[in-house]
């Protein structure tokens, strides 16, 4: 163990880890309210129930006969024509309880497991290559659904590393926490190898390419970060990154303002920087539930169930949107509980093919051991 | 609930509760306290025993536990407290949970050049957005750090996170400083039913659960049901506490009407229109901050909260009936002991010692003095030793203690916190920061910065005199007796050994991860 931990890192990179796949998660917690992002433009009953909220057909870029991008995610919809992004509405999974909490539990452990579902994939997908950069968290704390994986989280590329004036430092850190073993153990090593690693990254690698344009804010910086890891070429397989604050039970209008166009810059300039790297990162964008479809008194939504999912890049084959909307639209009989879009897609049917076209023989009955089988085609 | 044998919990509560057996073991108690520094200040250290057994023994476990970490001389004072360590706990506990008794200059002295966080609340929104933020933050570390009042603070930080507040939603950038002073504090070692009603209407509350905008006026409205899932799920039964989706809805119809006067914005007119603002001429001054019950807002029909009926015509009394209806449900009692037994005990808590919290909480109607008197005297408290991973904010707070820093509590310490995703008041969803230390792991790399910076002197506003430290410790070997809470084994000496700052590769070392 501390002979693991105290010898040089490899740092040099294979043509093979080169063009490996990526999978990018972007979760949009508070819950995202589907019916904002991607409007049903056509549904009279959904304009019945929202007076004051609901998105107009002229603000809206169209998708279909039925819906429309709001018109704050513009950034998307050159990528929604081009096929590069497919749309899935009425998602969810099978927990009912409407609480952020239990719903996005649920969510990254992949049904009611121990470990996340990232995590069992990559474990499952492990190759010898496989080091502490293998998974990252952008943020302070690593997402549950990488749990099971050996994974760090990081905010930036330079706050990651340990003050230089005691060179023995780490090699005493290395000893100390190889012997202390349990989780406190293997985070110490994972901390110490992936210091070398990031040294590497620092050292190899610049800022955005091809003009790519991210705004100031979180979003875009982490999405930039995970970037330049790709390109580092490091061994990088899978990066979770989130943005908060879709919690829009009250005047939900300034809320989705502020969040769309940071979300459509980032994924866009995302987009934009990887060019051609595209092919092998596999973007998908999920919340832990959708809204009520009616409006409250605070002309914002309640906790819902069915929202909506993005998959980008990857080769998913996108411009469409796939929905099972009722014939007489959001009227009440079509909803569920208190008012809410039924589920009609599983989550884990939308990150199934995309798991897929990353590792072909990959056993989804060890990534979602509980869940029944099924894909839908993104 | 009958215990077979006389174990230490049930002589505890055969002594007939705390009162008497204080008066009668603790008598050295308030003597012992008054010779003692007023706090731990780096000019200040004076020699000291650290422990020194090769395991962690009762007392330092005790302060572990119940403190935000050992400071220098702390171990030696409360071992002296008693014949044994386990009366030694016993009034350290008794000692601790009357804070109002204990001499507090130190910390009230460093509190002292604060002005945001003391005004009135008609007067908060004249106050910076960040400046109420910095004294905020650095009243609750240094508060933690210097204050003599351990487990008060311990407690505070407790039921801070339970009913978490994001200090930078909206206006909780002025209320949650009133929360702070008005809600968390006087009632941390209260009554929960107390607590809860003071959450209930807490201006600070009301805008970052919505309560404020949950309006029933005519039959079209939809109540917001932000708050009363909240109450539910996260402050009093917990998700699996067997409530539906109908008694969540009901809930909120029962708090219909509850609001707050907020400031009056420019952009904000819209909300006024919606009359979701109270918006009166009078508004700017006086009236900012009140919490009223608006009746033409208030869904006064019949309601059925967890199968009890509140009758119509309730009015602004449905707001008691429906915290007497959730404090007093046997699902609160076991969520509360359980979230308790997390705190103090283990990241998974035995049942038998959550069953004997839950059973104190309910006899004792939510008192939570008593319910922690019980948890201190389980025989699970006593056997968890070292087991737990300190959270980013106990690190820190930690490392300042055991060094006894001299902390302003600015720039560097608010940084790490920051950057660690800890920093307080902060946390943007109401579950709160997580509470078991094995999900801030990832944070390690910043502890070991933070300690190294810290022992170099290079952590702004924060100071340590390491040399008068060791001495005072008695060398080397006793200050890492100090620092691990016990003897440090033969790889910890060894290491110990080769580096010159033996004080942060100490601090940044396994041994000072766990409590």
């Known amino acids: 163990m501390i002979h693991h931990l105290t010898s040089p890192v490899n740092t040099v990179v294979s043509a093979e880890q080169d063009a490996a796949p990526v999978l990018v998660n972007v979760f949009l917690r508070g819950g995202a309210d589907g019916l904002h992002l991607v409007p049903p433009v056509g549904d009279d009953a959904c304009y019945r129930a929202r007076p004051s909220i609901a998105v107009k057909k002229s603000d809206a870029l169209r998708l279909d006969d039925m819906f429309g991008l709001h018109r704050d995610l513009a950034p998307l919809h050159p990528l929604y024509q081009s096929g590069e992004l497919a749309i899935v509405h009425q998602c969810g999974t099978a927990e009912e309880s409407r609480s952020h909490f239990e719903a996005e539990d649920y969510l990254h452990h992949g049904g009611f497991q121990g470990g996340g579902w990232l995590g069992r994939f990559l474990h499952q997908t492990r190759t010898p290559a496989d080091g502490p950069l293998t998974a990252v968290s952008i943020g302070s704390a690593v997402s549950d659904s990488l749990r099971g994986a050996a994974a760090v989280s990081l905010r930036s590329l330079e706050e990651f590393t340990l003050p230089d004036k005691d060179p023995a430092l780490r090699g005493q850190l290395a000893a100390l926490y190889g012997k202390a073993g349990g989780a406190l153990g293997l985070a110490g090593g994972q901390t110490l190898q992936a210091l070398d690693r990031i040294e590497a990254v620092r050292k190899s690698t610049t800022g955005a390419k091809n003009g790519a344009d991210y705004g100031a804010d979180d979003f875009s910086s982490g999405l930039s970060l995970i970037a330049r890891l790709i390109r580092a070429g490091i061994g990088l397989r899978a990066a979770t990154i989130e943005l908060g604050g879709w919690d829009s039970h009250f005047t939900q209008l300034t809320l989705t303002g502020g969040l769309m166009p940071r979300l459509a810059r980032g994924l866009a300039a995302f987009h934009r920087d990887l060019g051609a790297d595209l092919r092998r990162v596999h973007v998908v964008v999920m919340s832990e539930f959708g809204r009520r479809v009616a409006e409250n008194v605070s002309i914002g939504t309640d906790h819902g169930r069915g929202g909506v999912m993005f998959v980008m890049g990857g080769g998913t084959p996108g411009g469409k949107i796939i929905a099972d909307w009722p014939r007489s639209g959001l009227i009440a009989s079509a909803l569920e509980g208190p008012g809410d879009i039924p589920v009609r897609h599983a989550t884990h049917h939308v990150l199934t093919p995309v798991l897929k076209r990353i590792r072909r023989d990959v056993d989804m009955s060890k990534v979602f051991p509980d869940l029944p089988k099924g894909e839908l085609a993104v | ?515």
């Not at chain 2, 050992?70 to 000692?95: F, S």
């Not at chain 2, 109270?278 to 006086?286: I, Y």
């Not at chain 2, 070997?477 to 440090?488: N, S």
């Open chain 2, 1 to 515: 609930m009958k215990p077979s044998r006389l174990t230490r919990r049930s002589f505890f509560r055969l002594a007939g509760g705390a009162g008497a057996l204080t008066l009668a073991s603790c008598g050295r108690l308030k003597e012992l306290a008054s010779l003692l520094p007023i706090g731990p200040r780096p000019d200040e250290l004076v020699p000291f025993i650290p422990p020194a057994g090769t395991g962690i023994d009762f007392i330092t476990h005790a302060l572990n536990r119940l403190s935000w970490g050992v400071a220098p001389g702390e171990y030696q004072r409360v071992a002296a407290l008693a014949a044994t360590p386990e009366d030694a706990l016993r009034c350290y506990v008794e000692e601790q949970l009357s804070p109002e008794k204990i001499e507090d200059r130190y910390a009230h002295a460093a509190l002292a050049p604060m002005e945001a966080i003391r005004q009135p609340v008609a007067e908060l929104y004249e106050c910076k957005p960040a400046q109420l933020n910095d004294e905020l933050t650095r009243q609750a570390v240094i508060r933690a750090v210097h204050s003599r009042r351990q487990l008060f603070e311990v407690m505070v930080g407790f039921w801070t996170d339970h009913f978490n507040i994001d200090s930078s939603k909206t206006d909780c950038r002025w209320f949650k400083t009133v929360d702070d002073r008005s809600v968390i504090r006087p009632h941390a070692l209260g009554s929960f039913r107390d607590l809860l009603k003071a959450s209930a209407l807490s201006p600070a509350m009301l805008f970052y659960l919505d309560g404020r905008a949950n309006k029933k006026r005519k039959a079209s409205e939809k109540p917001n049901e932000n708050y009363a899932r909240e109450l539910l799920e996260l402050h009093t039964l917990g998700v699996h506490g067997g409530y539906s989706q109908q008694d969540v809805m009901e809930a909120a119809r029962c708090l219909t009407g509850w609001t707050v006067t907020g400031r009056e914005v420019k952009n904000g007119l819209k909300d006024v229109a919606m009359g979701l603002v109270a918006l009166t001429g009078n508004d700017t001054g006086g009236g900012i901050g009140r919490v009223k019950f608006e009746v033409e807002a208030h869904d006064d029909g019949a309601k059925t909260v967890l199968g009890t009926t509140i009758p119509s015509g309730g009015g602004k009394a449905d707001l008691d009936q429906l915290l007497d209806i959730v404090a007093t449900h046997p699902s609160t009692a076991e969520f509360i002991a359980t979230k308790l037994c997390r705190h103090f005990i283990a990241d998974n808590p035995p049942p038998s010692a959550v069953n004997a919290v839950a059973a104190a909480f309910h006899h004792s109607r939510g008192n939570i003095k008593h319910t922690l008197r019980s948890l201190f005297s389980t025989e699970e408290f006593a056997g968890a030793r070292g087991t737990k991973i300190k959270r980013p904010f106990h690190f820190i707070v930690s490392a300042l203690r055991a060094t006894g820093a001299n902390t302003s509590s600015g720039g560097g310490v608010q940084r790490s916190l920051r950057v660690m995703g800890h920093a307080p008041f902060q946390y943007p969803t109401p579950e709160g920061p997580a509470p078991d230390g094995a999900s801030w792991l990832s944070t390690l790399l910043h502890r070991w910065d933070f300690a190294a910076h810290l022992t170099a002197g290079q952590l702004p506003c924060s100071k340590i005199n390491a040399s008068r430290l060791t001495e005072c410790a008695g060398g080397r070997d006793g200050l890492l007796r100090h620092l691990f809470g016990r003897q440090p084994d033969s790889d910890e000496l060894a290491e110990a050994a080769a580096v010159s700052d033996v004080t942060s590769l100490a601090l940044a070392s396994p041994a000072f991860q766990v409590f």
